[in-house]
């Protein structure tokens, strides 16, 4: 069966490509904006698609940044929104899945690594993520507080047991710095089992 998986921002607009591509196969977080530096022990204020080493602007994707364990600023916004009034657009990430038959997929899950070793947690830095799902203008049906992902310890995302050629997920990913110093020792990891 012909799969692929595809990157964007959960806008859609930008594109990260697969790993290792060398130009824009990395989310990368940042300051006020592209290039900026972010404070040891807060969080994120843009996202951008980049390469490894965080030097090329292939475009920003939308931003979430922690506010609380319920909670994240979307964009440049100053007052806290809940998780599950997030909208999927909102998502920092869209992973799309497409098969030529239709399956069902259950056991998602999103992982934060050093990009060396699935199971090994990422150097220097502390990620928090959420499965986003608000399609339309009601409340979600997402996660409502933020997981810290390292290693082992992955966010799982619902089982999507409906048999279909296409499955799109949606995450919020925000990043903290422990130290000083560029923080490239992290990459993400998507795996799902096909129904």
């Known amino acids: 069966m012909a799969t692929t998986i595809d990157w964007f921002g959960g806008d859609a607009a930008n594109e990260i490509v697969p790993a290792e591509s060398g130009v824009n196969d990395t989310l990368g977080f940042f300051g006020a904006n592209f290039g900026f530096s972010i404070r040891v022990g807060e969080w994120n204020n843009t996202s951008f698609v980049t390469n490894d080493i965080g030097t090329t602007n292939n475009g920003q994707v939308p931003n979430l940044r922690f506010a609380n364990t319920s909670g994240a600023f979307v964009a440049s916004e100053l007052t806290a929104t809940e998780l599950l009034e997030i909208d999927n657009s909102e998502a920092t990430l869209r ?76 995450v919020g990913v925000t990043a903290s710095p422990q130290s000083i110093g560029e923080k490239t020792d992290l990459g993400f990891y998507f795996e799902t089992e096909f129904l």
């Open 95 to 170: 992973i799309r899945l497409a098969t030529d038959s239709s399956v069902g997929t259950q056991n998602s899950a999103f992982r934060a690594f050093d990009r060396v070793n699935i199971n090994n947690n990422p150097s220097g830095v502390t990620i928090n993520a959420a499965e986003i799902i608000k399609p339309d203008p009601v409340r979600g049906s997402g996660d409502v507080i933020w997981t810290t992902i390292a290693g082992t310890g992955a966010l799982s995302f619902d089982d999507q047991v409906a048999a279909s050629s296409v499955h799109v997920w949606y």
